[in-house]
């Protein structure tokens, strides 16, 4: 058994591994000629991405430092981020530069080598079968707040 808020962190972790299973075996079900077309039709955009890329890498966070800054004022007191603020903030420096970088060999990689595109496939496949288990796994029976692993009352000590 489980407490509540194990459980939603599990079902959480279960939908992101989910979500990139499908990045994983996406390749293989667009099959061969699709990724070699697109492939000859993202050099010339790659630039403009790159530029939105930067765009956004300036942007989201001084967008986000905004925000928390308003939230801060609002209240009248400080206000500790949110976790989705890290997140986007780590995806913005760290991600976008990333796939800016190596889309175009990840492309390339995949439209010619069909080791690749099935590699990633059973990647895909495993994460998939991963994603299941942890969402199941947060539907577990779960510890009512205020009691112990065996369903006892705890007791609250209280120090003068």
């Given at each position: 058994m489980i407490t509540h808020a194990w459980a939603e962190w599990v079902n959480r972790i279960g939908l992101i591994?989910?979500?990139f299973s499908f990045w994983f075996a996406a390749p293989?079900?667009?099959?061969e000629q699709r990724l070699k077309s697109w492939e000859t039709a993202i050099a010339p955009s790659v630039q403009s991405l790159r530029w939105t890329l930067l765009a956004a890498l300036a942007v989201t966070p001084l967008l986000l430092?905004?925000?928390?800054?308003?939230?801060?004022?609002?209240?009248?007191?400080?206000?500790e981020p949110p976790f989705w603020?890290?997140?986007?903030f780590f995806i913005s420096t760290v991600g976008a530069p990333l796939l800016d970088r190596y889309l175009d060999r990840l492309v390339t990689k995949l439209a010619n080598d069909s080791?690749?595109?099935q590699t990633a496939l059973?990647?895909?496949?495993v994460l998939f079968t991963l994603s299941?288990?942890?969402q199941l796994a947060g539907t577990l029976p779960q510890i009512?707040?205020?009691t112990g692993a065996r369903g006892e009352q705890k007791q609250e000590t209280h120090i003068p």
């Open positions: 591994v989910g979500f293989e079900l667009i099959g430092f905004g925000i928390w800054t308003y939230t801060c004022i609002r209240e009248r007191h400080l206000v603020y890290a997140l986007l080791h690749a595109r059973f990647i895909g496949a299941f288990a942890f009512p707040a205020g």
